[in-house]
């Protein structure tokens, strides 16, 4: 097939995925709008915060299913907001304050805050994105990614991943647990966010083959046997990826997100992320001399060698 109908055909199947969300965002409004439940009524944050020396990941059991049966309006609007900024970011629209109360926040417009971290609490959660205002004076919002691919953390039509929340969660626990956790550390934690081994989840599907294989062979995590274990058992340490496109700082940022709180909260923790960005800023220096110091024999070379046929 020619180039040119390839992707005006790609065109045509973006615009109509664009255009069965924003459908979905239109149907999943209709419960929201018959809810009368109280905004006053307090609800359970997505993660307690533990005590500085305990330092040990949040369990939320929060997800992005439209079962409206159990929650607040709070949580509710959250859930479509999330919906709304997916939505946004496929149509390649600006996500702007307006647009959020005029098609999701409607006459809740003074917990508007208050829905829109919980929002993203959950894309934190789920896809490990964060939802950062970029434009104070015209309220604009972006999408930054957790993953840092350029020097500017913006997320510009790179295609969004369920699994990247999964992922953030499991680097976070290896770095609490000293950078090595056990397979049964990472499963504590998954089990009490309704995440199973061997049990098909409705964002990850089945989570024991895409963090012990996918995952792996994606070069984002190592898995392997614990040393002298018998019968064998097995531990997770950040892959070669992991340490390329994120940081303990990230992780700890994704940590501190969940708990609501600052990195600086986690002393110890916080204290390793700024010694690793400290070291990550003298590698790329170091890069940056070799590079000089490369080119600039290269030129020498060069120059030497225009003078030799002299």
Not at 58 to 82: H, Y
Not at 215 to 228: M, P, S
Request: hydrophobic share 35%.
């Amino acid at each position: 097939m020619p180039r040119g109908r390839k992707s005006k055909r790609r065109a045509r199947e973006k615009h109509s995925q664009a255009r069965s969300e924003a459908q979905h965002l239109q149907d999943a409004q209709a419960p929201v709008a018959e809810e009368e439940e109280s905004l006053s009524s307090p609800t359970p944050p997505l993660g307690g915060a533990k005590s500085q020396d305990e330092e040990k990941p949040s369990t939320s059991q929060a997800s992005l299913s439209t079962d409206f049966s159990c929650r607040t309006v709070v949580d509710q609007k959250a859930i479509l907001l999330v919906q709304f900024l997916l939505c946004k970011y496929n149509m390649r629209e600006p996500i702007t304050k307006e647009g959020m109360l005029k098609h999701v926040i409607k006459k809740y417009k003074e917990q508007f805050h208050e829905i829109l971290r919980r929002a993203s609490e959950l894309m934190v959660l789920a896809f490990g994105i964060d939802v950062k205002e970029v434009d104070p004076t015209r309220h604009c919002y972006a999408l930054v990614s957790k993953f840092q691919r350029t020097s500017d953390d913006r997320m510009r039509g790179e295609e969004i991943m369920p699994k990247t929340g999964l992922l953030m969660t499991v680097l976070c626990v290896i770095f609490m647990k000293g950078n090595c956790a056990t397979e049964e550390d990472i499963w504590e934690v998954l089990n009490v966010m309704g995440i199973h081994a061997g049990k098909k989840h409705f964002i990850h599907g089945e989570p024991k083959k895409l963090i012990t294989k996918d995952l792996v062979q994606e070069g984002y995590l190592e898995y392997r046997q614990v040393a002298n274990s018998d019968p064998p058992r097995y531990e997770f340490l950040w892959g070669p990826r992991a340490h390329a496109e994120t940081s303990k700082m990230k992780v700890l940022e994704f940590l501190a997100k969940i708990h609501d709180t600052v990195p600086s909260a986690f002393p110890l923790l916080y204290q390793e992320a700024l010694r690793d960005e400290e070291e990550r800023a003298q590698a790329r220096f170091a890069a940056m001399l070799l590079t000089g110091a490369v080119a600039s024999v290269r030129s020498g070379a060069d120059f030497q060698g225009s003078f030799s046929h002299l």
